[in-house]
């Protein structure tokens, strides 16, 4: 059975930082392509990041512009977690993110979230 369980989330001041992670199981974790999402209240889901899998010949991230510069995605497959450092963090970034993981172009797998809150 295949599981993600993101951690890390919390309660943070504007411009301070949260480390999230994002432990699998039950699946050959380098395979995957991960990536991070989140979903504000009222709003739809969004991605933020991912990032490939053991696969790619050199690793590849992507962002949405939003959070280019503030937040960085990892991951080490030796311990089956991918992670979200973000930075400078904005009241706007608050949401339930979300971990997930890909493979043939479809996101089969998701955690159950972790909620992020930025107060200003």
């Known amino acids: 059975q295949v599981q993600l369980v993101e951690s890390g989330g919390g309660l943070v001041q504007a411009g301070g930082s949260l480390r999230l992670s994002c432990a699998a199981s039950?699946?050959?974790?380098?395979?995957?392509?991960m990536g991070w999402f989140r979903q504000a209240p009222g709003k739809e889901r969004e991605f933020v990041a991912d990032?490939?899998?053991?696969?790619?010949?050199?690793?590849?991230?992507h962002y949405v512009d939003s959070v280019k510069c503030r937040f960085t995605i990892s991951r080490n497959n030796a311990k089956n977690t991918v992670y979200l450092q973000m930075n400078s963090l904005k009241p706007e970034d608050t949401a339930v993110y979300y971990c997930?993981?890909?493979?043939?172009?479809?996101?089969?797998?998701w955690g159950q979230g972790t909620q992020v809150t930025v107060s200003s």
């Open positions: 997930a993981a890909e493979v043939s172009g479809q996101y089969e797998h």
């Open positions: 039950g699946l050959t974790f380098s395979r995957y392509n």
């Open positions: 990032i490939s899998s053991l696969s790619w010949t050199r690793r590849r991230t």
